[in-house]
């Protein structure tokens, strides 16, 4: 065997074995789709005000920031896209947990520290009679208990009677049920450039935030005016916690501690990297796809794949011979690239990718029956078997890279316009577009040459080698 030839079977080798290791196992590299796997549909509507009018660029900066939060989610291949003037239509494949993906994508996610100017007591659970041992007891107890929910309910209103007077106040409340009277806004979401989730020295789940400049001589400013005084931090007008500041803070750094759990903290750190949505949403509709669909999909996908591809098979061992033979063997390598294409760009699979694999086979058989009847062509103008195959190949080249150029332009555009299991099938059928040129002008070659000087008269019953 020639050193070159030697080296293609090598090549053919590390692609084949680097295929099967990206493969494998299946059920893990290769991500399914929402129509596959099942997730979450969520139709979401904006919601405009006088202030802040629902417009396309609205919507736009609406869907980039719903991007944003999604990706760094980790959700694979999320659809997100417009419906209408004021509709957006949200699908995450293979989400195990709805309701976190609902407050991700619903919240404002406005951030903003404020002074606390004055604050309601916290009011204690209302007395149970089964703690107390006489009727006379529960009755005094009930009694107190009410008058200091009196007296919270009426400070209540003289601040919110306050927070009218002066419009550099507001009033907002805390997730203790606790209601605030805050000063100005002194810094905001809009200073953020990072927020992580960390741990305190008791290990609960925090939020470090990191400021820019503008945010960094702000917060400076904040923690020097209010050293032994409460600084809220709000998030969607909610106070989430109502710290003292012990000293001036200038290092441009502060941390978000409240009652949340660590994936709850991720969620807020997501949201508060990604930005506030540019306007309020309602989530109009949530509809949850189980995977039985998507198993019954993949049984008849792959059950038509499997008809398919074994009636190709057995016309080309029909037609072909041993050319047939090898052609089988390179349509099944095109598969496994195709495959691999799919778990190394971590693209997913959905039932128009399924389609598309289909099709790949189609096109990828298609040209080895251009190379054969080439290379017979040759055959009967009297050329030796050797000169058939290498002009059979080269005259095929240009038929095969043409047709299958158009096709692969036609995918560029459906991937870039299209959205949902329309890219997935462009992606599908990009990667088999590749994989089929490759092993039917490459791989399929270096077998006939290969096989060509031990089985030439299986190969070419009807030819003669000649000198």
């Known amino acids: 065997m020639p050193r070159h030839e030697r080296w293609k079977i090598i090549l053919i080798l590390v692609i084949l074995i680097a295929s099967v290791l990206a493969v494998y196992p299946p059920g893990e590299k290769i991500k399914l789709g929402l129509d596959l796997k099942g997730g979450v549909h969520i139709l979401l509507q904006a919601k405009g005000t006088p202030d802040n009018p629902i417009t396309g660029d609205s919507i736009e900066r609406l869907i980039a920031v ?39 994508i619903g919240k404002t996610a406005m951030l903003e520290f404020r002074p606390v100017v004055d604050v309601t007591p916290a009011i204690p659970r209302e007395p149970e009679r089964q703690n107390y041992d006489t009727d006379e007891e529960y ?26 007077s002066d419009p550099s106040f507001t009033v907002a409340r805390g997730e203790d049920d606790r ?7 002194e810094v905001t979401g809009k200073h953020l450039t990072d927020a992580r989730v960390a741990f305190d020295n008791l290990g609960r789940p925090v ?91 993949i049984r008849s996908g792959v059950k038509a794949g499997l008809i398919g591809a074994a009636l190709i098979f057995i016309f080309m061992i029909v037609y072909y011979s041993a050319m047939g033979l090898v052609a089988d063997i390179s349509l099944v390598m095109t598969i496994l690239l195709l495959l691999a294409g799919l778990a190394s760009f971590k693209a997913t699979l959905t039932l128009p990718g399924i389609a598309g694999i289909i099709l790949t086979i189609g096109m990828a ?29 080269r005259k095929a080249f240009i038929t095969i890279i043409d047709a299958n150029l158009t096709t692969l332009f036609a995918a560029v555009f459906l991937f870039y316009y299209g959205t949902g299991p329309i890219r997935g099938f462009a992606v599908t059928l990009s990667i088999g577009i590749l994989a089929s ?13 290969i096989l060509i000087s031990k089985r030439q008269k299986l190969l070419f019953p009807a030819s003669k080698e000649r000198s």
Request: hydrophobic share 40%.
């Open 365 to 393: 058989v298609d040209g080895n029956i251009l190379i054969y009847e080439r290379i017979k062509e040759e055959l009967r103008s009297g050329k030796t078997v050797m000169a058939s195959i290498d002009t059979g190949f």
């Open 207 to 297: 939020v470090t935030l990191k400021f820019n400049k503008e945010g960094t001589d702000l917060f400076d400013e904040l923690s020097r005016e209010n050293i032994d005084k409460q600084v809220a931090i709000l998030l969607d007008g909610v106070v989430i916690s109502a710290p003292v500041v012990q000293e001036r803070i200038s290092a441009g750094e502060a941390q978000i501690s409240g009652r949340f759990t660590t994936d709850e903290a991720q969620r807020l750190a997501i949201m508060l990297r990604a930005g506030a949505l540019p306007v309020t949403v309602e989530i109009l509709e949530t509809r949850s796809i189980g995977p039985t669909l998507g198993a019954d999909s």
């Open 139 to 164: 009755q005094s107890a009930l009694k107190r208990w009410q008058e200091y929910r009196d007296q919270s309910l009426s400070l209540e209103e003289e601040l919110r009677v306050r927070s009218q």
């Open 437 to 449: 040129v490759f092993c039917a002008v490459f791989v399929t070659r270096v077998l006939l040459r």
């Open 179 to 185: 209601i605030y009277l805050l000063g100005p806004a």
């Open 66 to 104: 719903l991007r944003n939060r999604i990706d760094q989610y980790g959700v694979a291949e999320p659809v997100i896209q417009r419906e209408g003037g004021d509709r957006v239509v949200v699908e995450l494949p293979g989400l195990d947990d709805p309701e976190a993906a609902i407050e991700l």
